[in-house]
């Protein structure tokens, strides 16, 4: 906690904590820290500011309190919104039926992993189911496509692996190698010297 000079005493976030690391006591006279060798558990220098700072953890135990971690849940089972044959049904009719069915029938499972609220797209085929999205890309000129969230829900893995396949793929079709497979295919500008005589070279 920190005690202002008008005796206000004030308790201290995570962040100001972060601040202090070996510290546990200051004020403007002197400063207290705790020794890297628990055989002399306390280091005296100057002080310094003009609140006074006490760590009540520290000065019991002769450590700074932990602060709590935050640990994962672990794999989480994936609620699917609806059943197998339906999602079938999305991957196997023809696009154009899929399409027809849910622009009118829109998917209200909202804890479903496909779904998701589509943004910047209005009108009927503004669909939120992202597998029927997936199917219609090249069917119907959507303003926006899918984002990195929505993909990664397709292909069952994170965001951030699907930015690095984007990443990596970008870096091959950048290769030198690759570069130079379609430099024939590169438009030929003429010049000059492909019409001109050795002897009209020389006197230019």
Same mark, same amino acid.
């Given at each position: ?75 989480? /089972? ?5 059943? =197998?044959?339906?999602?079938? !049904? &999305? +991957? ?7 399409? #027809? ?69 970008? /870096? ?5 190698? =690759?570069?130079?497979?379609? !430099? &024939? +295919? ?7 010297? #492909? ?10």
């Amino acid at each position: 906690m920190i005690i202002t000079p008008d005796r206000v005493v004030r308790f201290m976030t995570v962040a100001e904590h972060l601040e202090r690391k070996a510290m546990i006591y200051q004020d403007p006279q002197r400063t207290i820290y705790l020794h890297s060798n628990k055989n002399f558990p306390f280091v005296m220098a100057e002080g310094a500011g003009e609140d006074v700072y006490i760590d009540l953890f520290a000065l019991k135990f002769g450590q700074k309190e932990q602060l709590r971690k935050k640990t994962g849940k672990g794999m989480v /089972q994936i609620r699917y919104g609806c059943p =197998r044959a339906e999602r079938d !049904k &999305i +991957f196997f009719l023809p696009v154009e039926e899929v399409i #027809d069915e849910r622009s009118r029938h829109r998917c209200p499972y909202n804890e479903c992993q496909y779904w998701s609220n589509p943004t910047g797209v209005k009108g009927q085929y503004a669909m939120n189911c992202i597998l029927v999205r997936y199917r219609a890309l090249g069917v119907l000129d959507q303003k926006v496509g899918l984002t990195l969230e929505e993909v990664s829900r397709i292909y069952a893995c994170t965001r951030e692996r699907i930015r690095q396949i984007q990443d990596r793929a970008i /870096q091959r079709l950048r290769h030198q190698t =690759r570069l130079n497979q379609v !430099k &024939i +295919f590169h438009e030929h500008i003429p010049d000059y010297r #492909d019409f001109s005589t050795p002897g009209i070279l020389e006197v230019a």
